[in-house]
């Protein structure tokens, strides 16, 4: 019964998505300088991650020069030990955040990996209890539509499991990754009402390891970035900044509506967050175009309009689930 409660809401959520006027939030963190999230580390004395620049055999350079978060800055990771550093969300004290008005948040990051697969290794959970319990990225979320989902390439899934029974990231990369990681909200899926969600959510990003040596290196994260979509109020028709709707998108398809934009035969190109172009064709002087997203394995989405001499008209961003 509640998986049908889950997913009537989430299909709710891409019903609103058309009728609302969509911001968004961005906030992107290279570890250069002063840090742009509220990040905190562990207290522990046995907490090795830090912000450095790389100097391992492996993990020689970071992702965008020259910081990056490192789970160690030994040559090797510690043995028994658990690591960890926490984004601190929070509505309430924090104005920038828009809490749970929100549609969703998107977590991507690029990351290389070093470590003994299926024992060691890396994973994220989420907290909305100040830090008293914890769910790994693909346990039943409470107050999310979705308990988390991902392209399986792109993250670990709930079969990757480390020593200690959570699901992680592990094994040896050969060059960095991307990853990405989504939960839907806009409102809490919970099986009873009795207190309204809570305004502050913690993101902790967790490296384990046994007591088995084996001299890998570990962890490292770069340009970790969030986003965050949500709505301002609710209008009979699509915003006229919100060319793209429905967005997210559930179904087969999406409307780009061009009528505004002085495009007689422009082009639309559509990528994968990875960089990949997975879509490309004319206006061809319609008022709104349909894309077909049939065929589009769950993910993120870059859409671009241009027009025939190359000029950038509009971009957005597109979530697929499926």
Same mark, same amino acid.
């Given at each position: 019964?509640?998986?049908?409660?889950?997913?009537?809401?989430?299909?709710?959520?891409?019903?609103?998505?058309?009728?609302?006027?969509?911001?968004?939030?961005?906030?992107?963190?290279?570890?250069?300088?002063?840090?742009?999230?509220?990040?905190?580390?562990?207290?522990?004395?046995?907490?090795?991650? %830090?912000?450095?620049?790389?100097?391992?055999?492996?993990?020689?350079?970071?992702?965008?020069?020259?910081?990056?978060?490192?789970?160690?800055? +030994?040559?090797?990771?510690? %043995?028994?030990?658990?690591?960890?550093?926490?984004?601190?969300?929070?509505?309430?004290?924090?104005?920038?955040?828009?809490?749970?008005?929100?549609?969703?948040?998107?977590?991507?990051?690029?990351?290389?990996?070093?470590?003994?697969?299926?024992?060691?290794?890396?994973?994220?959970?989420?907290?909305?209890?100040?830090?008293? %319990?914890?769910?790994?990225?693909?346990?039943?979320?409470?107050?999310?539509?979705?308990?988390?989902?991902?392209?399986?390439?792109?993250?670990?899934?709930?079969?990757?499991?480390?020593?200690?029974?959570?699901?992680?990231?592990?094994?040896?990369?050969?060059?960095?990754?991307?990853?990405?990681?989504?939960?839907?909200?806009?409102?809490? +899926?919970?099986?009873?009402?009795?207190?309204?969600?809570?305004?502050?959510?913690?993101?902790?990003?967790?490296?384990?390891?046994?007591?088995?040596?084996?001299?890998?290196?570990?962890?490292?994260?770069?340009?970790?970035?969030?986003?965050?979509?949500?709505?301002?109020?609710i209008s009979d028709q699509p915003?006229?900044?919100?060319?793209?709707?429905?967005?997210?998108?559930?179904?087969?398809?999406?409307?780009?509506?061009?009528?505004?934009?002085y495009c007689d035969d422009c082009?639309?190109?559509?990528?994968?967050?990875?960089?990949?172009?997975?879509?490309?064709?004319?206006?061809?002087?319609?008022?709104?175009?349909?894309?077909?997203?049939?065929?589009?394995?769950?993910?993120?989405?870059?859409?671009?309009?241009? %027009?025939?001499?190359?000029?950038?008209?509009?971009?957005?961003?597109?979530?697929?689930?499926?």
């Amino acid at each position: 019964m509640r998986l049908i409660f889950t997913f009537s809401l989430c299909l709710f959520t891409a019903f609103v998505s058309t009728l609302s006027h969509a911001q968004q939030l961005y906030i992107e963190e290279n570890f250069e300088d002063d840090l742009s999230l509220p990040i905190v580390f562990g207290g522990e004395e046995s907490n090795y991650w %830090t912000v450095s620049e790389p100097i391992g055999e492996d993990f020689s350079q970071a992702y965008s020069p020259s910081n990056a978060m490192l789970s160690t800055t +030994a040559a090797h990771y510690e %043995t028994d030990n658990w690591s960890y550093f926490d984004i601190v969300l929070d509505a309430e004290n924090d104005p920038d955040f828009p809490g749970w008005l929100g549609w969703g948040v998107w977590i991507n990051f690029w990351h290389k990996i070093d470590s003994e697969v299926g024992v060691d290794g890396g994973y994220i959970t989420f907290s909305y209890d100040d830090g008293e %319990t914890w769910l790994n990225a693909f346990e039943e979320d409470p107050y999310s539509c979705e308990d988390g989902w991902s392209d399986p390439s792109l993250f670990y899934q709930e079969t990757d499991l480390l020593f200690n029974g959570e699901p992680g990231f592990s094994g040896t990369s050969d060059d960095w990754m991307y990853a990405e990681y989504v939960k839907i909200w806009l409102l809490p +899926a919970k099986t009873n009402y009795d207190s309204e969600p809570p305004l502050k959510m913690i993101i902790r990003f967790n490296f384990i390891s046994d007591s088995n040596e084996t001299f890998q290196e570990g962890w490292m994260i770069d340009d970790l970035a969030l986003t965050f979509e949500f709505s301002s109020g609710i209008s009979d028709q699509p915003h006229t900044n919100d060319l793209l709707y429905p967005n997210p998108t559930i179904g087969s398809y999406t409307i780009l509506n061009v009528r505004n934009m002085y495009c007689d035969d422009c082009l639309v190109q559509l990528y994968h967050t990875s960089g990949k172009m997975v879509e490309q064709f004319n206006t061809s002087e319609q008022e709104e175009v349909t894309i077909s997203t049939h065929d589009l394995v769950a993910g993120t989405y870059v859409l671009q309009l241009l %027009t025939k001499d190359g000029q950038l008209l509009y971009t957005d961003k597109l979530v697929h689930l499926k």
